[in-house]
């Protein structure tokens, strides 16, 4: 099955930082790749995703492009914001191209200061 | 956006009870429900995916005679922890689906403790 691995944290940024949270992937194919964000106290939500090599996902200032070479879709965002506190994952189905079965990677817990 | 309520959001027990979590999808029809396993500090993994009416297909390596999973309604699964003990202790997280390929939606956890 597919496989993925992310940065580990915690990561400690300053308000308006730039944040970048690596993560590569080993797949069969050319899956779907999803990064997930969960704020405290909530349940994992969809922040972006991309379908396709090359492809670029972005939502909330956020954006993470598709890349088959390196086989990594690394999180990025210009300028951080205290409510951009969370745990983020990145996921890739198990198997096959089904959005259900996701695998996800450890987990990177980003604290924003003021 | 779609809700899904887990319950509860933390339990503690003994060790040899049972334990059942509960999944609801508040404001649509589940027909896929997922269930996740989160050790300290490793990845979430998918432990089991189970459909409305049918039995639960289980990832390689989980007991499915320990963790009996049961997706009776399209609203509501539940996962059973049978005999616990203390390595069963996590934090499991479960997701929803209405159709195949559709956008997940998250339940915010059970943190499961076996003393």
């Known amino acids: 099955g597919n496989s993925v691995t992310q940065m580990e944290g915690p990561v400690t940024l300053s308000e308006e930082a730039f944040l970048t949270i690596n993560c590569t992937y080993t797949?069969?194919?050319?899956?779907?790749l999803f990064w997930y964000v969960q704020y405290p106290g909530e349940g994992l939500q969809l922040l972006l995703k991309?379908?396709?090599?090359?492809d670029k996902g972005s939502n909330k200032g956020f954006e993470a492009t598709y890349r088959k070479e390196t086989t990594s879709f690394h999180l990025e965002k210009g300028s951080v914001q205290v409510s951009d506190s969370a745990v983020y994952f990145c996921?890739?189905?198990?198997?096959?191209?089904?959005?259900?079965?996701?695998?996800f990677g450890k987990g990177t817990k980003l604290s924003v200061k003021p | 956006g779609a809700v899904v309520s887990q319950h509860p959001s933390r339990v503690i027990c003994k060790s040899g009870t049972s334990v059942k979590i509960e999944c609801r999808s508040l404001?649509?029809?589940?027909?896929?429900m997922f269930w996740y396993r989160q050790f300290p500090k490793k990845s979430l993994m998918l432990m089991a995916t189970?459909?409305?009416?049918?039995?639960?297909?289980?990832e390689q390596g989980v007991e499915k005679d320990k963790f009996l999973i049961n997706h009776a309604s399209l609203t509501l699964s539940t996962l059973t922890v049978t005999s616990a003990h203390p390595e069963d202790s996590s934090f499991y997280i479960c997701?929803?689906?209405?159709?195949?390929?559709?956008?997940?939606?998250f339940g915010s956890g059970t943190q499961l403790s076996v003393l």
């Open positions: 991309a379908t396709k090599a090359d």
């Open positions: 189970s459909n409305e009416g049918s039995k639960a297909t289980y």
């Open positions: 797949a069969t194919g050319y899956p779907s």
């Open positions: 996921a890739l189905p198990l198997w096959g191209g089904s959005q259900g079965n996701l695998i």
């Open positions: 997701s929803a689906q209405a159709n195949p390929n559709e956008k997940l939606f």
């Open positions: 404001d649509f029809q589940a027909t896929t």
